[in-house]
Each structure stands twice: as structure tokens, then as C-alpha cells.
């Protein structure tokens, strides 16, 4: 992950209301998650549609099923996040109020992935009717299992690697789907904006890692949660089949 190990090497981070923070503890945390998203990115690689796209071999319909297969996850990405929020204590109440916020921003997201597929020549009522895909449905259970917790701190690194995709990857993909079909960029809009303003949400996930750590619990949770949410999250993009 290429921005996410600049950040980790410099070590530096504003610390928002956590108290005697560890800047050591964070960068640590971040070299973890930095491997999990490398691995994870090496995955995404091997998937089927991801192949095509790489290798030029990209039509539309796969594109629409990329779309509706991705509504579905960020529909219910607001959700999971403001459920979560709702499960922090009283003692954090910062990272509480950067979830809700986060909520807001991104509750209509799915919005524009149902513009861009109507753009793209698809139909509103086929992408707004869609049932998930088996990795959808695993990934939207484990992150609604995660959120309905007590202080549910380990979603961060669920976080880490859906924004970490949107910054390293959203713009990347949305310029070569561009490019494949030859569509305009109203077409491609979710991923061109993803790409824009992903990378922002990861400077502000280090400042939440900075509001509950140290502590090698919550560390260790925040990497396990990433690598079973990266798992799942390649295999919902594995079930995009046309």
C-alpha cells in the first residue's frame, strides 16, 4: 500500500483526544495493516474480473455486474458504521462522533454507483433490485457481527481496507474502466471521486487508531479484523461473474 507505507515510516501522527499516545504503537500498527493490505491487494489481482480489467479483456457487462455487485457493500457501509458508533462508550466519545461522521458523508453513496450503471447503459430498477453475492452477504454479516459490539474498536481495520481500496485503487480502476468501454467520465463517477477523497479518510484513520491506542488487545483485533474483512471483500469481488 503505497501511501499507507509512507505514513507508517514517518511515524508522525495528531493524536485527537486519546491521551499519552504512542506514536511508536501507531506506526507498529500501521507496518501490520500495511501487510495485510499488501497481501489483499495481491489477491484482488487474481480475481477473475480484476484480470480481465488488467488485461483488456473488460466489456460492459462485467462492468455492470462490478457496480451492482458494489452497491450492495456501500449501501450497507453507512449502516454498519453508524451501528458501531452507537456501541462506543462514553470514553470515546471523539471516535464516536468521527464514525457518525463518516456515515453521514458516505450514507448515499450508492447513489452515484446507481447513476454510473444507468450512464453506463444499465437499467435503475436491475441494479436497485440486485440480491448480494455470497461475498457480499459474508462481508456485510461479519461487518454487522463486528459493529453490534461493545466498544467495537476492531472495525478499524475493516476501514483500513475498504478506504485504503477506494485511495490506492478507485481512481486506478476507474480510469481503466474508462478507457476499456469508452465511457464518460459521468460514468465512471464513484470510482473517479473514491480515488479523490479516500486518501484523506486514511490520514483521518490514523488519528482514530491515535483514540484507542496503545493497547496490544485492540491492536491485535484492529489486524485480525482487516485480514478477515480483506478475505471477504476478495471474495465478493470473486463472485462477480457476467
Same mark, same amino acid.
Given at each position: 500500500m503505497r501511501r499507507a507505507r509512507k505514513r507508517a515510516g514517518h511515524g508522525r501522527v495528531h493524536v485527537v483526544g486519546g491521551g499519552g499516545m504512542s506514536a511508536t504503537t501507531v506506526s507498529d500498527v500501521l507496518r501490520r495493516l500495511t501487510v495485510v493490505f499488501t497481501e489483499f491487494e495481491g489477491r484482488l489481482e487474481q480475481t477473475p474480473l480484476i484480470r480481465k480489467l488488467t488485461r483488456g479483456r473488460f466489456e460492459l457487462d462485467d462492468y455492470h455486474v462490478f457496480l451492482i455487485g458494489l452497491r450492495q457493500q456501500v449501501k450497507d457501509g453507512a449502516l454498519w458504521m453508524s451501528r458501531a458508533a452507537s456501541n462506543i462508550g462514553e470514553e470515546h466519545l471523539e471516535l464516536r462522533s468521527t464514525l457518525m461522521r463518516h456515515a453521514v458523508v458516505e450514507h448515499r453513496d450508492f447513489r452515484l454507483l446507481e447513476a454510473d450503471f444507468v450512464a453506463a !447503459? !444499465?437499467?435503475?430498477?436491475?441494479?436497485?433490485?440486485?440480491?448480494? =453475492?455470497?461475498? +457480499?452477504?459474508?462481508? +456485510?454479516?461479519? *461487518?454487522?457481527?463486528?459493529? +453490534?459490539?461493545? =466498544?467495537?474498536?476492531?472495525?478499524?481495520?475493516? *476501514?483500513?481496507?475498504?478506504?485504503?481500496? !477506494? +485511495?490506492?485503487?478507485?481512481?486506478?480502476?476507474?480510469?481503466?474502466? @474508462?478507457? @476499456?468501454?469508452?465511457?464518460?467520465?459521468?460514468?465512471? @463517477?464513484?470510482?473517479?471521486?473514491?480515488?479523490? =477523497?479516500?486518501?484523506?479518510?486514511?490520514?483521518?484513520?490514523?488519528? *482514530?487508531?491515535?483514540m484507542v491506542l496503545p493497547d496490544e488487545a485492540t491492536a491485535a483485533r484492529i489486524v485480525r479484523t482487516a485480514q478477515v474483512t480483506a478475505r471477504l471483500y476478495a471474495l465478493q469481488i470473486e463472485e462477480m461473474t457476467a
Amino acid at each position: 500500500m503505497r501511501r499507507a507505507r509512507k505514513r507508517a515510516g514517518h511515524g508522525r501522527v495528531h493524536v485527537v483526544g486519546g491521551g499519552g499516545m504512542s506514536a511508536t504503537t501507531v506506526s507498529d500498527v500501521l507496518r501490520r495493516l500495511t501487510v495485510v493490505f499488501t497481501e489483499f491487494e495481491g489477491r484482488l489481482e487474481q480475481t477473475p474480473l480484476i484480470r480481465k480489467l488488467t488485461r483488456g479483456r473488460f466489456e460492459l457487462d462485467d462492468y455492470h455486474v462490478f457496480l451492482i455487485g458494489l452497491r450492495q457493500q456501500v449501501k450497507d457501509g453507512a449502516l454498519w458504521m453508524s451501528r458501531a458508533a452507537s456501541n462506543i462508550g462514553e470514553e470515546h466519545l471523539e471516535l464516536r462522533s468521527t464514525l457518525m461522521r463518516h456515515a453521514v458523508v458516505e450514507h448515499r453513496d450508492f447513489r452515484l454507483l446507481e447513476a454510473d450503471f444507468v450512464a453506463a !447503459g !444499465g437499467a435503475l430498477a436491475t441494479i436497485q433490485s440486485a440480491e448480494k =453475492n455470497i461475498g +457480499s452477504e459474508a462481508l +456485510s454479516a461479519w *461487518m454487522f457481527h463486528e459493529a +453490534s459490539k461493545p =466498544n467495537p474498536f476492531g472495525l478499524l481495520g475493516a *476501514m483500513w481496507i475498504i478506504e485504503g481500496l !477506494g +485511495s490506492i485503487k478507485a481512481a486506478e480502476w476507474g480510469a481503466l474502466v @474508462r478507457q @476499456r468501454l469508452d465511457l464518460p467520465d459521468h460514468a465512471v @463517477r464513484f470510482l473517479l471521486y473514491h480515488g479523490e =477523497n479516500d486518501a484523506e479518510h486514511i490520514a483521518e484513520f490514523e488519528q *482514530m487508531l491515535g483514540m484507542v491506542l496503545p493497547d496490544e488487545a485492540t491492536a491485535a483485533r484492529i489486524v485480525r479484523t482487516a485480514q478477515v474483512t480483506a478475505r471477504l471483500y476478495a471474495l465478493q469481488i470473486e463472485e462477480m461473474t457476467a
